[in-house]
């Protein structure tokens, strides 16, 4: 496999792992992921340390007991610093990952949609005070409970 070829592919791991660790932190699942992503970012760390040798005087692997935040973290650090490298032909949408965007397809949605989303933005902002109001007084009566 092609050098650059294969960089951009683990840049998607990082990328997909990045996106995982952060969902298992926020959902409370830190012990059951954090093992598999530490392990999956040294690997990664170490195969691209070996396609380009200045990686190391920049990263280092994690410790295993390091939280899904520090892992999420660095793999997007990581991916970050191989940015450049990777090539987008010929994406509108730069270096956006996992975006697939259709010119008609969103002309046509805007169309159909336009009013009833600009309905919505004026619901929103109509409600968003009464919504804050009602979930403080319940964050409040949660606390004196």
Known sequence: MEKEQEIAKLVNVLRKTSRMAQQSSWSGSEEETRAYTVAQYNRVLSRLSELDDTVNTVFQ???DDDALSVVAM????LAAYFEDEIKHAGSP???IYGAAFDNDSFKEFWKDSAKEIEDLGEFIRENIETW???????SENESTS
């Open 74 to 77: 660095a793999c997007r650090q």
């Open 132 to 138: 804050a109001n009602n979930r403080k007084s319940a």
């Open 61 to 63: 692997p994690l410790a």
């Open 93 to 95: 949408w730069g270096k």
